[in-house]
């Protein structure tokens, strides 16, 4: 195991918020009411590292207490109450509010009751021409209220499953929360996924409704998608009613029914009102080695859960215009949806991140006023290599805070924003995953900014870095533990009905307590540091390393694109850890740049650090949500056959591990 020494000095912080920012924000005013009203430590007075250290500690010691704090403070509408916070907290199985029946989309909905907010922007919708599109609370609750009514006259009941192959849309958002109205639960894939991903999925849950586009905009380009939807229905034999979203203006196909009609008739929503636990949505796992796991949360679970993240996190409210670039195949689309409930308006951008150039999503933050900028740590660094300047080019005045995730953003990344953006800026790198539908880490807006860490664990995750032997560690590199529930954990998977896939995926190798798959560091001034997968670990002499450290070593070089490294342990007992490179067109892998490569690693890491062998590649494979694959490469090279290393529908191009196929055969 690896450790991570602590400094002798405390490092300077690239960012640190000022007074203001600090007494202003949400999580300070929490602070101070819960410890008046639910039993929280005092804040201490001109000392935020040292207030939210105990207030954390006290949100995963008294976990009652702490989420009973939340309800109230966010004002859960509780048309029933619980009988107690929680009744279980044995994972997996915890309890949370029993008794207690709400509405998801009635929190959603709650700023069109004021006639103050009914005319302003719930959503803004932008797509390639970067013009926004608003639609305001008033006219989308009058549309969930229509779907709803419409859903519910199809015969659709509380538990049916309504799935959805839409982009990032006003009409995905109307029907989810329309489909939560009517206690429902939402499925959704990107248009970008092709008919087998999606029968991987939907068909688990056998939905009754399916809403699909016609096609998409993507890159300048048409994509038209009226074959895969014939392969959807054909698929889906449980699918009573198809409702056709023409996006590209095509006429609704036989059979199906028209967006149009059931969305104009302004009916009043009705809310039904569900247990704490009745099932929200379904996501998806990337699949890339069987079926992806379906994995079921519920309408209080993600309630609660986001708002902790929105309000006191995100510190997000009603003066905030919210843009997270994703698709509806990704859990922070879904996330972003939810900054509805804490009154904000949502910027739902549907198109290429990089349409016309590289710039773009910068350009959709200025157009749109978005006060939280949230991408990817890859598009960062896109922008890094491309010599962007979002600060100089675009008024991004309001913005506040820019924050990523999908993979750990590197030094270079947190330096270039804070350059190239703006020098107080608030960068915020989260992690967390679809499981919870949430972050584990991450933002935390009265904490300073240290390169390469995430500020801090979330509020009610009790979040610890345990070794190989079951023991917490501080300063050193340790397995990702959560251990206490969280109300988002996932109630069931679908069709797992004794629940032996779920307790293998989180709960076999320390029963009791969640784990996440995840190497992290937990430094001692409280900060997080997230080295990659630990399935998919590189392990040279016992000593344990994560890729995401050599990714980000070796991206900073000009030639690189993006790599891959993996590594095999041998038959013979041996150890072979290949680099895969895809290099930026122009570059040659020659002996100086191999030389550049290693000297680099060796040099920001280690000597252990440093790859056997460099292979270029055309590129890299990702799953469909833009993660780089491991572990069915790994798989590949010890000589398992592609149909039993990898689910090809679950891969953005399949044809890509031929190639890790193949090398794997010829050193087999």
């Keep these: ?11 300077e912080p690239l960012w640190t918020p000022g007074e203001d920012r600090v007494a202003r924000a949400q999580v300070t005013r929490f602070h101070a009411w819960a410890a008046e009203r639910h ?47 929680l009744a279980d907290p044995a994972m997996p199985g915890a309890r949370w509010f029993p008794g207690a029946t709400l509405n998801y989309a009635e929190h959603a909905l709650r700023a069109a009751e004021d006639p103050a907010r009914a005319d302003g922007p719930a959503l803004l919708y932008v797509d390639e021409t970067h013009e926004p599109v608003p639609v305001s609370w008033s006219g989308l609750r009058a549309q969930v209220g229509s779907l709803a009514a419409e859903l519910r006259r199809l015969g659709v009941r509380p538990g049916d499953r309504v799935s959805a192959y839409l982009p990032n849309v006003p009409q995905a958002v109307v029907a989810l929360l329309a489909t939560a109205a009517v206690g429902a639960v939402w499925t959704s894939c990107a248009p970008d996924f092709g008919a087998r991903s999606v029968l991987d999925r939907f068909q688990q849950v056998e939905p009754v409704v399916l809403f699909a586009v016609d096609g998409y905009r993507y890159g300048g380009k048409r994509h038209d998608r009226a074959g895969t939807v014939a392969e959807l229905r054909a698929g889906l034999p449980t699918v009573r009613a198809v409702v056709h979203v023409p996006l590209l203006g095509t006429p609704a196909p036989e059979g199906a029914l028209e967006w149009e009609a059931l969305t104009s008739s302004g009916a009043e929503p009705v809310f039904e009102q569900v247990p704490f636990d009745h099932p929200l949505w379904v996501l998806y796992s990337s699949g890339t080695t069987g079926l992806p796991k379906a994995i079921v949360q519920s309408q209080g679970g993600i309630l609660l859960e986001h708002l902790k993240q929105l309000a006191l996190h995100c510190d997000l409210g009603p003066e905030d215009r919210f843009f997270w670039y994703t698709s509806t195949g990704w ?110 880490a991450g933002a935390v807006p009265t904490l300073p900014v240290h390169i390469g860490e995430l500020q801090a664990p979330c509020l009610g995750t009790d979040l610890q870095a345990w070794d190989a032997q079951g023991k917490p560690v501080v300063d050193e590199v340790g397995e990702l533990i959560v251990a206490g529930p969280m109300p988002s954990m996932p109630i069931h998977f679908w069709n797992d009905p004794d629940g032996s896939r779920y307790r293998d995926s989180y709960f076999e190798m320390f029963p009791g307590v969640w784990r996440h798959g995840d190497w992290i560091t937990l430094t001692s001034r409280g900060s997080v540091v997230i080295h990659g997968r630990s399935d ?83 590129a890299i494979p990702h799953t469909l949500t833009g993660k780089r694959i491991e572990v069915p490469v790994k798989r590949l090279l010890q000589g398992t056959p592609l149909e039993k290393a990898v689910n090809p529908g679950s891969v953005d191009d399949a044809g890509l591990l031929r190639f890790y196929e193949e090398l794997g055969r010829a050193r087999g």
Excluded at 1 to 11: I, L
Excluded at 561 to 569: F, K, T
């Design 1 to 11: 195991m690896t450790t991570a020494p602590p400094p002798a000095t405390q490092p």
């Design 39 to 85: 039993g929280a430590p005092a804040p201490v007075p001109g000392d935020p590292a040292a207030s939210y250290a105990a207030l954390h500690r006290w949100s995963v010691e008294r976990l009652s207490d702490f989420w009973q704090a939340v309800a109230a403070w966010c004002d859960v509408r509780f048309s029933t109450p619980a009988s107690r916070v």
């Design 331 to 440: 859990m922070m689309w879904n996330f972003l949806v939810s900054g509805l409930l804490v009154g904000s308006t949502v910027v739902l951008y549907d198109g290429s991140p990089g349409h016309p150039d590289t710039a773009a999503q910068w350009r959709v933050a200025e157009r749109t006023g978005a006060t939280l900028f949230g991408t990817s740590a890859a598009y960062v660094m896109a922008c890094r290599k491309a010599e962007v300047h979002p600060g100089r080019d675009f008024d991004l005045s309001r913005v506040k805070c820019v924050a990523t995730t999908g993979s750990p953003l590197p030094p270079d990344g947190f330096r270039w924003l804070h350059d190239e953006v703006a020098e107080d800026m608030w960068i915020a790198s989260v992690s967390g995953g679809t499981d919870v539908c949430s972050c584990f």
């Design 536 to 618: 998919s670990t590189l392990n040279r002499q016992g000593v344990r390393m994560g890729s995401a450290d050599i990714y980000e070593a070796v991206e900073r070089l000009p030639e690189i694109r993006e790599s891959l490294v993996i590594g095999v342990e041998e038959p013979d007992g041996g150890y072979w850890m290949p680099l895969f490179v895809h290099l930026t067109p122009g570059a040659t892998l020659d002996d100086a740049l191999l030389d550049r490569i290693k000297s680099t690693i060796r040099a920001q890491l280690s000597p252990r650090h440093v790859p056997d062998e460099v292979i270029e590649v055309p």
